[in-house]
């Protein structure tokens, strides 16, 4: 049994089971110890309690060992590991972005992952007590969310 970090994950709007099961998978191995699902974000279950294959094939038995809790609001969640001490950390292209490199948080942290095409939006960048991004060198934009998720993560936590 691996030590669990205080981090947790915010999985919003992700469109693709299989990108939130390697997720699962990934968070699983740096000690996340919990994932919340927001929005539309599918479940490790379906609404009959029956597992989702498409989840299962690439979270490897994660998705049943990891908690997890699916909140439909996201600032409802939000407000609620505020009142927590949460550090709120949104992982995100934009103007007020820092580099990922450069984020050290010392206190309980929550990073936030958003849709895989139009990302988080600036109502959730707003929340945040920093926004993070992958600097891309290539002549793509951006990493696949379940990539950057795994890039963030082994760095930001120091794993």
């Given at each position: 049994?691996?030590?669990?970090?205080?981090?947790?994950?915010?999985?919003?709007?992700?469109?693709?089971?299989?990108?939130?099961?390697?997720?699962?998978?990934?968070?699983d191995a740096v000690g996340i110890s919990k994932i919340?699902?927001?929005?539309?974000?599918?479940?490790?279950?379906?609404?009959?309690?029956?597992?989702?294959?498409?989840?299962?094939?690439?979270?490897?038995?994660?998705?049943?060992?990891?908690?997890?809790?699916?909140?439909?609001?996201?600032?409802t969640l939000i407000k609620r590991l505020r009142k927590?001490?949460?550090?709120?950390?949104?992982?995100?292209?934009?103007?007020?972005?820092?580099?990922?490199?450069?984020?050290?948080?010392?206190?309980?942290?929550?990073?936030?992952?958003?849709?895989?095409?139009?990302?988080?939006?600036?109502?959730?960048?707003?929340?945040?007590?920093?926004?993070?991004?992958?600097?891309?060198?290539?002549?793509?934009?951006?990493?696949?969310?379940?990539?950057?998720?795994?890039?963030?993560?082994?760095?930001?936590?120091?794993?």
């Amino acid at each position: 049994m691996q030590h669990k970090t205080h981090s947790v994950l915010i999985l919003h709007n992700i469109r693709s089971a299989y990108n939130v099961g390697s997720i699962f998978r990934t968070a699983d191995a740096v000690g996340i110890s919990k994932i919340y699902l927001t929005g539309y974000t599918p479940t490790p279950t379906d609404r009959f309690g029956r597992t989702r294959k498409d989840i299962q094939k690439t979270a490897l038995s994660s998705e049943k060992t990891m908690p997890w809790e699916h909140v439909l609001q996201i600032n409802t969640l939000i407000k609620r590991l505020r009142k927590e001490d949460f550090y709120i950390i949104g992982v995100e292209q934009s103007k007020q972005s820092v580099d990922y490199k450069t984020v050290h948080p010392k206190q309980k942290t929550a990073l936030i992952f958003g849709n895989e095409v139009r990302g988080l939006s600036s109502a959730v960048l707003k929340k945040c007590d920093i926004v993070a991004e992958v600097p891309m060198k290539g002549e793509k934009e951006s990493l696949n969310v379940a990539v950057a998720t795994g890039v963030v993560l082994f760095r930001v936590l120091d794993v």
